[in-house]
């Protein structure tokens, strides 16, 4: 099964370094706490095109559990605009923290 990324986005100006720091680490324990509900990955964004954050999930249906309209109210009352979610299925992640290549979500030996 494929795993799925969400990029969302929010039309923000970039903040600074120690704002970006600061609000990434203030929920990051929600985020780690979704480990047991399919979040492999948050990266969180900050840049002249907004702030947001890339997700990975194990599966879409993990995704869509988390992603729900009630969430994406949440987070409209919470940054003061309404976020762009971009879903995309993943099959091939080249990871090298962990030396590997995985397909969905197995590592693979390295073909040439």
Not at 54 to 72: C, G, M
Request: glycine residues 10%; contains cysteine.
């Amino acid at each position: 099964m494929a795993h799925c990324i969400v990029v969302v986005q929010f039309d923000l100006p970039k903040r600074s370094e120690e704002q970006a720091v600061k609000g990434g680490t203030s929920t990051a324990p929600v985020y780690r706490g979704l480990a047991k509900k399919g979040l492999i990955r948050k990266d969180y964004l900050n840049g002249e095109a907004g702030t947001g954050g890339v997700y990975l999930w194990d599966s879409l249906q993990s995704a869509q559990a988390w992603f729900t309209e009630a969430r994406i109210a949440e987070l409209t009352e919470r940054f003061g605009v309404r976020p762009r979610l971009t879903w995309y299925d993943t099959h091939v992640t080249v990871d090298n923290l962990a030396g590997e290549t995985r397909v969905n979500g197995e590592a693979v030996e390295e073909v040439a």
